[in-house]
């Protein structure tokens, strides 16, 4: 059997020279599949150096909580344990992975130092000729705890009073030049609601979801004649995570080799920087190559999950259906630490209008701190849970209006020339024209000034009711 | 207690290593043996990443303590290929798009073998039985099961 391609559609690129499509709607083999058939693609856990150390995790009991003390004692005791690293052996143990495009402060430690914010939290790392005995040092830690009052929900650590999760930010939200918030103020919306038919508000919420890729999160460090380190790692990110490494390293990037690009699933869940500074700190210290590789356990309980979200939308509706008002309050659980959060919450706050054009939005995202398992990257994050609000919004306004949910949709698509509410102007836009093109496949019908309206053509629908 | 000395017959070649109590048979291929296409998802019997053929029957790796085991014939992912030629089931994944990472693909294809080996000519349902201990977290079981039935379709005379 040759894999069957469905024939692609060249209404839209009629302009286009013919031969220019010599891969979309052709087959073309994937570089890797050959390897991976043969078993022969080489993971970073394929890597057996010799002498290979490997490090386990003692990691935080509780979600908030002050360390009194920490007992290694009988850890050190453990047959095989060779060295515990603590907060006191990483050179900048503090950062923020997002620190490489300016983003600021650096609020997590590498090792706890002082206090714990989340549970699961890493506290000292042990190294040990075997796994088991890198297991049965980390079980034997002993840390003495002050246990603080936590906070777990976004709205509650937002309230008067709430403990305060990350001093590092000094409130429990990511400030956004001078702001509480990321913000966007576009027009009237007040006047809007005022004016309206009809004003809908609805509260969506999402838990944290974990990739859990079948390969967990890991690297191999391993020291070089020359002095520099070669890090094996399943980063989805090589540059970020040697840029990383290297500023918490205090090396220069010219010490750093990484070696990777093969990942057994990432999902956006592989480039917070996990694993590979504690491993270049145990490798530099004891001179041995060294293994650092979540269990699947740490994998789902402690490996960064896309976000919960918790969003409200409330649209200002005229009786026909267009949409003149949208406001927005959205809370993005980052957990304790900032890592993409921040980021995630941008891109939220300029996607959420949706391929609409609404005259008037106002909008506050919040980044919130919690004590909850720091959140990052996923698959589109802040994007995708937006989505699953502002889409469920266009269903219920359609439901309530009764009006088919496509001419909704239609009737408020932006077009070619729009200014959206981030004030940046709309271009290449195709949302009426793949609109029109699922319904006739699935034998939606669709009225003929629906299907005349084109994305170039703003006119058009002005003219149809706007 | 002390290790203990194990032979194996893998992938036609007969082979003896020391394991230590309670080593299970995936550490005790890559470690020990050097054959590194199975994996390590979960080292608990969860995601079928480690499976091989166990007398022909197709394990988790990762949950077989070797020990128990000393005598009998394995098949890794190493062994289906012949002279460098892909078997049906390799050049199946191979066409049609089944693998993605990777990650899960040298179990998904050692449960294709075990299955084809039993039942020549599986439905649709069979296939999806019998990786159903096997998970794809890039989702691309459709292409998988394709592949499956295609290196059945090839295999038949």
Redesign the interface.
């Known amino acids: 059997m040759r894999y069957k391609t469905n024939p692609i559609d060249r209404t839209y690129f009629a302009d286009e020279p013919a031969e220019d499509f010599n891969v979309i709607g052709s087959v073309v083999q994937r570089s890797d599949a050959l390897g991976h058939v043969t078993g022969r693609t080489t993971f970073f856990e394929d890597l057996s150096p010799p002498d290979l150390l490997h490090v386990k995790m003692h990691r935080s009991t509780r979600h908030h909580a002050r360390i009194l003390g920490v007992d290694l004692t009988d850890a050190l005791a453990v047959p095989g344990v060779v060295r515990i690293l603590t907060h006191a052996d990483i050179p900048n143990n503090v950062f923020t992975p997002l620190k490489l495009i300016g983003v600021q402060p650096d609020d997590e430690p590498v090792l706890a130092e002082g206090k714990v914010r989340y549970l699961g939290e890493p506290i000292c790392a042990v190294v040990a000729e075997t796994e088991a005995a890198a297991y049965e040092g980390a079980a034997r830690v002993r840390v003495d705890y002050e246990e603080l009052p936590a906070v777990l929900d976004v709205e509650e650590a937002l309230a008067e009073g709430a403990p305060i999760v990350n001093e590092y930010h000094g409130n429990n939200y990511f400030t956004y030049e001078g702001h509480h918030c990321r913000r966007i103020r576009f027009g009237d919306v007040e006047s809007a609601f005022a004016a309206a038919d009809h004003v809908f508000e609805w509260r969506y919420q999402s838990a944290p979801i974990e990739h859990a890729p079948t390969e967990t999160t890991g690297c191999i460090v391993v020291p070089q004649p020359d002095g520099r380190l070669r890090i094996h790692s399943d980063t989805q990110a090589c540059f970020f995570t040697l840029d990383n490494t290297a500023l918490i390293l205090g090396t220069p990037f010219n010490k750093l080799r990484i070696v990777g690009g093969t990942v057994g699933g990432g999902f956006g869940g592989k480039v917070d920087i996990a694993v590979e500074p504690v491993a270049c700190v145990a490798a530099m210290l004891t001179r041995q190559p060294v293994k650092y590789v979540y269990s699947r356990y740490e994998e789902m309980q402690v490996s960064s999950p896309r976000a919960a979200e918790r969003i409200y939308i409330k649209d200002a509706v005229m009786a026909d259906g267009r949409i003149t008002g949208r406001k927005i309050t959205l809370y993005v659980d980052a957990g304790a630490y900032s890592r993409h959060s921040p980021y995630g919450t941008t891109k939220a706050a300029a996607h959420l209008p949706g391929p609409y054009s609404i005259p008037n939005v106002w909008a506050d995202c919040h980044c919130v701190f919690t004590n909850r398992t720091p959140s990052s990257a996923m698959r589109g994050f802040g994007v995708t849970i937006g989505d699953f609000a502002l889409e469920s919004q266009m269903d219920r306004i359609a439901r309530e209006l009764s009006m088919d949910p496509l001419r909704l949709r239609l009737i408020n698509a932006y077009r070619d020339g729009d200014m959206k509410a981030h004030r940046k102007v709309a271009e290449g836009t195709a949302l009426v024209e793949v609109i029109q093109k699922a319904a006739e496949m699935v034998g939606h019908e669709l009225p003929a000034e629906y299907r005349q309206m084109s994305s170039m053509d703003r006119a058009s629908m002005d003219r149809e009711g706007r | 207690m002390a290790s203990q000395v194990v032979n194996l017959r893998v992938n036609e070649r007969s082979r003896e290593f020391l394991a230590a109590p309670g080593t299970s048979l995936l550490s005790s291929l890559?470690?020990a043996l050097?054959l590194?296409?199975?994996?390590?998802?979960?080292?608990?019997g969860?995601?079928g990443?480690c499976t091989v053929l166990l007398d022909g029957r197709p394990v988790m790796s990762c949950l077989v303590a070797v020990e128990t085991v000393d005598g009998a014939s394995v098949r890794?992912?190493?062994g289906?290929?012949r002279d460098g030629e892909?078997d049906e089931v390799?050049?199946?994944?191979?066409?049609?798009?089944a693998?993605q990472?990777?990650?899960?693909?040298?179990g998904m294809?050692m449960s294709a073998e075990a299955l084809l080996d039993r039942n020549p000519d599986p439905t649709r349902e069979d296939v999806v039985e019998a990786i159903s201990g096997n998970?794809?977290?890039?989702t691309g079981y459709g292409?998988i099961v394709?592949a499956i039935l295609?290196a059945a379709?090839r295999r038949r005379p």
Request: proline share 2%; net charge negative.
């Open positions: 890559r470690d050097g590194m296409a199975a994996k390590r998802g979960c080292a608990q969860s995601c990443t890794t992912l190493e289906v290929a892909l390799q050049a199946a994944f191979l066409e049609g798009f693998t990472c990777g990650f899960c693909t040298a294809i998970v794809c977290r890039c292409p394709d295609d379709a």
